[in-house]
């Protein structure tokens, strides 16, 4: 784990928190002040069902979704949603449905790519983004282009953690935001108020985890 202090930030779910640890800490598109480790979330199944669960309610009842497009190794969390959405349920909207649960490819330039077989799952199909993290929203935009591109429907955006109520004209829904976090910072590397203060880099982080320095 990166040097500095690390804490939890509890919800009322039980095993849904977050694991944060405050530093200086480089994206590929920003510096922040905080390492989000979404880690256990993306991979121990107990973990990713409470995520799931804090996310449904944002789209059982109003969303029609064919398709889950996975972003940052999301790929459990996205399962045990797509379970949750098909359940038999009063004024579910996607009960008995298959739920397509996908990750695309992404090319050296950083742009998402769908090979041949894959593009049937979100042609023509309503589309939910989910990604481990939103607060940038440069990977979240590049997903929505995607599925337009490919000719499907993008019908939201969902993650762990978030910084912005929307992308791309499309809303994000959330399990934690800067409330949770009141002092998350990111600025694009030039104006980092900590390299400005000569304050070493601790880690680059990105959906797959840290690298000290």
């Given at each position: 784990m990166p040097t500095g202090k690390t804490f939890k930030l509890p919800t009322?779910?039980?095993?849904?928190?977050?694991?944060?640890?405050?530093?200086?800490?480089?994206?590929?598109?920003?510096h922040t002040n905080y390492y989000i480790d979404v880690t256990t979330q993306k991979t121990r199944l107990s973990e990713a069902q409470a995520v799931a669960q804090e996310l449904l309610p944002y789209y059982d009842t109003t969303t029609i979704v064919d398709t889950i497009l996975c972003l940052d190794g999301t790929e459990v969390?996205?399962?045990?949603?797509?379970?949750?959405?098909?359940?038999?349920?009063?004024?579910?909207?996607?009960?008995h449905k298959t739920i397509y649960v996908m990750t695309p490819e992404h090319t050296a330039g950083s742009q998402l790519l769908l090979r041949d077989n894959l593009i049937p799952m979100v042609a023509g199909k309503h589309v939910l983004i989910l990604a481990a993290s939103v607060t940038t929203g440069y990977t979240a935009l590049g997903a929505i282009q995607a599925v337009d591109y490919y000719g499907g429907k993008v019908v939201g955006v969902a993650?762990?953690?978030?910084?912005?109520?929307?992308?791309?004209?499309?809303?994000?829904?959330?399990?934690?935001?800067?409330n949770n976090l009141p002092d998350y910072a990111s600025h694009l590397a030039h104006e980092c108020p900590q390299c400005k203060a000569g304050i070493k880099l601790d880690a680059l982080i990105n959906g797959h985890g840290y690298s000290k320095l």
């Amino acid at each position: 784990m990166p040097t500095g202090k690390t804490f939890k930030l509890p919800t009322k779910r039980q095993n849904l928190f977050l694991r944060v640890t405050q530093g200086h800490f480089a994206t590929s598109h920003s510096h922040t002040n905080y390492y989000i480790d979404v880690t256990t979330q993306k991979t121990r199944l107990s973990e990713a069902q409470a995520v799931a669960q804090e996310l449904l309610p944002y789209y059982d009842t109003t969303t029609i979704v064919d398709t889950i497009l996975c972003l940052d190794g999301t790929e459990v969390i996205a399962t045990c949603l797509a379970e949750e959405l098909t359940r038999t349920g009063y004024m579910n909207m996607n009960a008995h449905k298959t739920i397509y649960v996908m990750t695309p490819e992404h090319t050296a330039g950083s742009q998402l790519l769908l090979r041949d077989n894959l593009i049937p799952m979100v042609a023509g199909k309503h589309v939910l983004i989910l990604a481990a993290s939103v607060t940038t929203g440069y990977t979240a935009l590049g997903a929505i282009q995607a599925v337009d591109y490919y000719g499907g429907k993008v019908v939201g955006v969902a993650s762990i953690f978030a910084t912005t109520d929307a992308v791309g004209g499309h809303k994000v829904h959330s399990c934690f935001n800067p409330n949770n976090l009141p002092d998350y910072a990111s600025h694009l590397a030039h104006e980092c108020p900590q390299c400005k203060a000569g304050i070493k880099l601790d880690a680059l982080i990105n959906g797959h985890g840290y690298s000290k320095l």
